[in-house]
């Protein structure tokens, strides 16, 4: 029988194909890759594989339990319906960057130590930016350097933590953490990846300049990986639980002030990311459960989302919901899956989010904080204000001048397919419940009270859209963030080192030049240093005299004059080794 | 059409809050739980406060859209 292969290598070996490929046979192929990867994970045992010993830690590749299973599950069944929706893109780089990104993804998720998850974090920093260069504009490849600025940034801090943890304990293994500095610099790595506030400010910034299809595959993995690493390393920490709660409302907040379609998205992942993040940080079983059931949705639903954006910046060239409008009945496709991904996202009775969403919620309360289960109820109302927004401006807002066609083929199948994938959950919830990673745990997501308070929270929510509609509508306009400061200090930053900074090296820089030349006068006769000058200041003299007097010499300073012997450097050189010999034998 | 979706939906909105007092939140932890139709509130104040809240945000925060530039 063949032994299973970390899913990884699957993908980053299978990257390196796709250039050889053409026409038909590369869509076949790309398709293929996911697939074998799916039943890769299917067969790989519980336990460590893939061990190997190096500088005295266990490198682990393949650390299989329930957790990594669920969350490997999701991923590569979104990157097969991510793959079929860019299908029709002929630009190789992209795929063999989206295939890399998938791959290092994968490797964080089964990585069983902290070395190897670092190779695939950074990995996966650096393949993802590709997604977003690939667009080709100006305001890409700048987001795209913010982007890996800050990754880089992050993984320094993880790096830092990794190197303290392993010195301190004299492992790598990749266990539950506490608060001391390792663990701190750690959680503030992680944290980065999964959009904490206020280092979150690369997620809205980068993944609306994004290619169309490459959004799709960035909106899925980063804070996924994000979440896993939490789930495993940092479950039952308050602090988590609680920024949980602020990312919910922050992101809310911000979306609702949107007018580019994707960025309202963007910020959206913050939000429902947050949801992940508080039922980690909750900690009881229900808590994780809750975190991992939303991590799984959340992909389906927002990567949908991101396709069908995706699918009408392509087809309209528009991509700020002030310009769009009127598009249900050219795009009804789309639209239909669009407000499947939104009905969603928003937790409505009979879609996935409704499920996990109430889990999270749930746990919060049974564990007594009341805070943040209010902070979850209020972004949930936030969330169903900002999609009734983008659904009706974009598909539903009168627009006379609109006109466009539906997407291409393979991008309406994976819209499809993705939505499907939505409602099945949301109806039949057990399929997900039965891959969570604790089995003990009975939640009953279609109570009464559950379905009838959620249809009055959006009932009511409607109505205020209604009232309010004109307070939210999309304007031309930035909404400043964090990043205002972080750009003001990279700014800063740069005047310091054009500036002072400058100044103080050329500055530092003659002074040194004039230094040496001095040092490489002098030690042409280190012995003479007194004489020379002395020569020079008589021949200075002598001239200047002769020069009165009108006498004109050929006279001047001749070094060979002034050199000892050869055997003073002798003498001396031997004496410095008996000095080091008689050091080294002494001490 | 546009005007009878509008008044069906002001309806439901209507109905709703009274179909609430005939549910009982299965498990009651918090003292709004034990509030029937409570939800109502929270849908409405939470919009109410969430639209407040981009207004402030947006007073001090949005700005011309080449502010970057």
Known sequence: MIKAVPPALIFILGAMLIPLLKGKLKQVYLLLVPTVAFLDIIHLNPGTSWVYHFLGYDLIFCKVDRLSLVVAYIFVIIGFLAILYCLHVKEDGQHVAAFLYMGSSLGVVFAGDYFSLFVFWEIMAVSSVFLVWYQKEKSALDAGFRYLIMHIIGGCCLLAGIIIYAVNTGSIALTHMGTNLADTLILIGFGLNTAFIPIHTWLPDAYPEGTVTGSVFMSVYTTKTGVYVLARCFSGMPFVAYMGGIMTVY??????????????????????????????????????????????????????????????????????????????????????????ASLSIAGAPGFNGYVSKGMVITSAA?????????????????????????????????????????????????????????????????????????????????????????????????????????????????????????????????????????????????????????????????????????????????????????????????????????????????????????????? | MEKGLKRLFLLLVVLCIPAGFFIKHEHAIFLWHKIPSIETVFGFVGAFLLILGTRILASFAQKKEDFYD
């Open chain 1, 251 to 340: 992101g809310v907040l911000f979306a609702l002030l949107q007018n580019d379609a994707r960025r309202l998205l963007s910020y959206h992942i913050v939000s429902q990311v947050g949801y992940m993040v508080a039922g980690i940080g909750v900690g009881t079983e229900l808590g994780v459960n809750g975190g991992i059931a939303h991590v799984f949705n959340h992909i389906l639903y927002k990567a949908l989302l991101f396709m069908c954006m995706g699918s009408v910046i392509y087809m309209t060239g528009k991509r700020k919901l002030i310009d769009l409008g009127g598009l249900a009945k050219y795009m009804p496709v789309t639209c239909m899956a669009c407000i499947i």
């Open chain 1, 366 to 587: 049974e564990k007594g904080m009341p805070i943040l289960e209010l902070m979850m109820v209020l972004a949930a109302v936030g969330t169903f204000l900002s999609f009734v927004k983008l659904c009706y401006f974009t598909f539903f807002a009168p627009n006379e001048e609109m006109r466009a066609k539906e997407a291409p083929l393979n991008m309406q199948l994976a819209m499809l397919l993705t939505a499907s994938l939505c409602v099945f959950i949301g109806v039949y919830p057990k399929v997900l419940f039965h891959v969570l990673p604790y089995t003990t745990v009975h939640y009953h997501p279609y109570t009464p009270s559950h379905i009838m308070g959620t249809i009055q929270l959006f009932m009511l929510a409607g109505l205020a859209f209604l009232l309010a509609k004109d307070m939210i509508a999309p304007h031309r306009a930035t909404v400043l963030d964090f990043d205002y400061f972080y750009r003001m200090g990279g700014r800063g930053l740069v005047w310091v080192c054009i500036v002072p900074l400058s100044n103080f090296r050329s500055k530092s820089q003659v002074f040194s030049s004039r230094t040496v030349d001095l040092i490489v006068r002098l030690t042409k006769n280190p012995i003479m240093l007194l004489e020379i000058p002395a020569a020079y200041a008589y021949l200075r003299i002598t001239q200047g005299l002769r020069y009165v007097s009108g006498y004109s010499s050929s006279e001047t300073y001749n070094e060979n004059l002034y050199r000892r012997p050869i055997g003073v450097g002798v003498l001396i050189a031997i004496i410095l080794f008996f000095a080091y010999v008689l050091i080294h034998f002494i001490f």
